[in-house]
Every structure is written in structure tokens, then in C-alpha cells.
């Protein structure tokens, strides 16, 4: 069985205009294709792999064997990385957290004023192409983190709760080198009650 590209969950133009259509556009129909695509090439020979979701062989990487595991690791974080970060936003998003998930990141980073600033921070310094998380570790406590490339933290055992993807191809057509303006402006964007349901789960 084939992995397939899941649909954008709203219109290109949604997140205008913080987040620009053709930025969408493409970032969804070109780059997060061809991370299936390649994912697909790449379980081509190994049947039983296919039978496995993409998050359980990013969870166990060792198991996958030598020669496709890069691609497995790439492209298949590029596949599960994405498939998160389309649901993470929405036209009229933005705000602050309620709930459990607010009370969370209190605990852990005092206001969420001071975790959006760490989070910001973590984003605009991830070294070359790779992304930002907010993951629930293995203890159960929330961590801000970072990847590079398409790694994914479900691959060391943690658990995405949110998630910003600051490879070029994310906001460069709109911001070109202004990263720092693209996070900034992605906050209006944040999907909350979907972070939260991940953060339940």
C-alpha cells in the first residue's frame, strides 16, 4: 500500500496573509508530493514495510534496512512532518491556548509569553533547513526542540504538539530572508485546538 499526499485541510489562500497561496501552493503540491513520492520509491522493494504507518518506521529507524533507511528518515519525515504542520494552522487561528494545554505551558515555561519567545527564538536560530517543535517527552514534561532537515522527534521518542517548518521553501517567496518575520507572523495562524487535541491524545 501506498502512502499518499493528504489534502490541505482549507484553500491555498487561507492563511493570506501571513502565509501567501503560491507559498502554499507549492510548499504542499510540489515539496510535500515529492516527499511521498520518494518515500514510496524507496518502500518499493520491501512489501512489508508498506504495511507500516510512516510514523512507526520513523519510530524505529534500526529496523528499517541500511539501504533505504536515509530515505526513510528523509522522506519519510518529510511526509510525516508536513501531514502535522498543514493541521497546525487555520484561517482564523492565532491567540493563545485554553485548558489543560495553557495550564501545561505555564507549568513548564512560566507565561505563555515566555514560551512563545523561547519557541520564537529556537525557530529563527535552527541552523540552515529544519523546524521547530513543542514535544512531550518521554517523562511526560513539555520541551521546546529542534530538528534538522526532515528529522523528526517521534524518531528519538517524543511527541509533536506543534510544530513550524522553517526550511527556505516554507517562506521565502513571501519573507526571502526575513525568517524572524515569518515566525513572528505565523503565531496568527496557530491552530490551538488542534496542538491541544495532540497534547490530549
Known amino acids: 500500500m501506498s502512502f499518499e499526499l493528504p489534502p490541505l485541510p482549507y484553500g491555498y489562500d487561507a492563511l493570506e496573509p501571513y502565509i501567501d497561496a503560491q507559498t502554499m501552493q507549492i510548499h504542499h503540491d510540489k515539496h510535500h508530493q515529492a516527499y511521498t513520492d520518494k518515500l ?3 518502500l518499493e522493494k520491501y512489501p512489508d514495510l508498506q504495511s507500516k504507518s510512516v510514523e512507526e518506521l ?6 528499517v534496512p541500511e539501504e533505504i533507511r536515509s530515505a526513510v528518515r528523509n522522506h519519510g519525515g518529510g511526509y510525516f512532518n508536513h501531514s502535522l504542520f498543514w493541521l497546525m494552522m487555520k484561517k482564523g487561528g492565532g ?3 485554553e485548558g489543560d494545554l495553557a495550564e501545561a505551558i505555564r507549568g513548564e515555561f512560566d507565561s505563555f509569553a515566555a514560551f512563545k519567545e523561547k519557541f520564537s527564538t529556537a525557530a529563527a536560530t535552527v541552523f540552515g533547513s529544519g523546524w521547530a517543535w513543542l514535544v512531550m517527552d518521554k517523562s511526560g514534561e513539555l520541551a521546546i526542540v529542534t530538528t534538522p532537515n526532515q528529522d523528526s522527534p517521534v ?3 517524543q511527541r509533536p504538539l506543534l510544530a513550524l517548518d522553517v526550511w ?3 517562506y521565502y517567496l513571501k519573507y526571502q530572508n526575513r525568517r524572524p518575520e515569518y515566525i513572528e507572523n505565523w503565531w496568527q495562524v496557530v491552530n490551538w485546538d488542534q496542538v491541544e487535541e495532540n497534547f490530549k491524545a
Open 168 to 170: 527556505e521553501h516554507a
Open 155 to 157: 524518531s528519538t521518542g
Open 40 to 42: 514510496n520509491a524507496a
Open 58 to 63: 520513523l519510530k524505529d529507524l534500526d529496523s
Open 95 to 97: 491567540g493563545e491556548p
